[in-house]
């Protein structure tokens, strides 16, 4: 099953002396931050890009120094070196997408039918399958899910 899923991300700023920390949180009260922070759905790809488009080094590369990366369990906080005193203000975006309710084998990029119809192939872990795994750590989602 296809769920449509919109997650709704905070970007704040800290300032501590010379640094600033750019924090992008993912919001847990809609249940979509599980699928935005697994690498395994295509709605990770769009919030990386996101979180790419929107940091200070992308915004201004010639005032902030990026120094780290760290990815917690609900954030990914950015760490600039800046001789700049200019104050961010927070704010918000929300990142649609479509997903499925499970990482199994039904919308997996790797899974490929056999002509038997009743047997597919994981190009991933080059075996065949006689059923669909619900779960599967190697899942990655199929490009191109709409709910219909």
Not at 12 to 29: A, D, L
Not at 31 to 52: N, P, Q
Not at 55 to 78: A, K, T
Not at 105 to 134: G, M, P, V, W
Request: with cysteine; glycine share 4%.
């Amino acid at each position: 099953m296809i769920k449509a899923i919109e997650a709704l991300v905070a970007v704040k700023f800290i300032h501590q002396g010379n640094k600033v920390f750019q924090h992008f949180i993912v919001e847990k009260k809609k249940g979509a931050s599980k699928y935005i922070l697994d690498t395994r759905f295509l709605v990770y790809d769009k919030f990386i890009e996101k979180v790419r488009e929107q940091s200070l080094s992308h915004r201004d590369s010639s005032s902030y120094q990026f120094l780290e990366r760290r990815d917690e369990e609900d954030r990914i906080v950015l760490e600039f070196k800046t001789e700049n005193r200019m104050k961010w203000k927070n704010y918000y975006f929300v990142i649609p997408g479509f997903v499925s309710e499970t990482p199994g084998c039904e919308f997996c990029r790797f899974r490929q039918d056999n002509s038997d119809e009743i047997s597919f192939y994981c190009s991933y872990k080059e075996k065949t399958f006689a059923h669909k795994l619900k779960n599967c750590q190697f899942f990655r989602q199929e490009e191109g899910l709409f709910k219909t």
